[in-house]
């Protein structure tokens, strides 16, 4: 929240797996819920779900590789 409010524009991700980490999710751009022992509400809040922590790091590989390859395309396109 701190984040948000002193540098606005900066795009901002939080990471929860509890009830507790809800309100840093929904105040987040990106929020990612790891479903846990403590409930599913950190899930339902998120924009994206894993099912484990290990599950993290393929996830912001396979998104960034995806928005890598959408902006070539686009770079691509416009220089055609």
Same mark, same amino acid.
């Given at each position: 929240?701190? %984040? ?9 991700? /939080?990471?929860? @797996?509890? /009830?507790? @980490? %809800?309100?840093?999710? *929904?105040? $987040? ?10 409930? *599913? &509400? $950190?899930?339902?809040?998120? @924009? ?6 290990? &599950?993290?790091?393929? #996830?912001? #590989?396979a ?5 890598? @390859? *959408? ?6 396109? #416009?220089?055609?």
């Amino acid at each position: 929240v701190e %984040v948000r409010k002193h540098f606005p524009k900066v795009i901002t991700g /939080a990471v929860g @797996d509890g /009830a507790n @980490d %809800v309100g840093m999710i *929904r105040v $987040a751009h990106v929020g990612i819920g790891i479903i846990g022992r403590e409930g *599913r &509400q $950190a899930m339902m809040a998120s @924009d994206f779900a894993l099912p484990s922590f290990a &599950q993290l790091t393929t #996830l912001m #590989l396979a998104h960034g590789h995806w928005c890598y @390859d *959408r902006n070539v395309r686009v770079i691509v396109i #416009l220089m055609l």
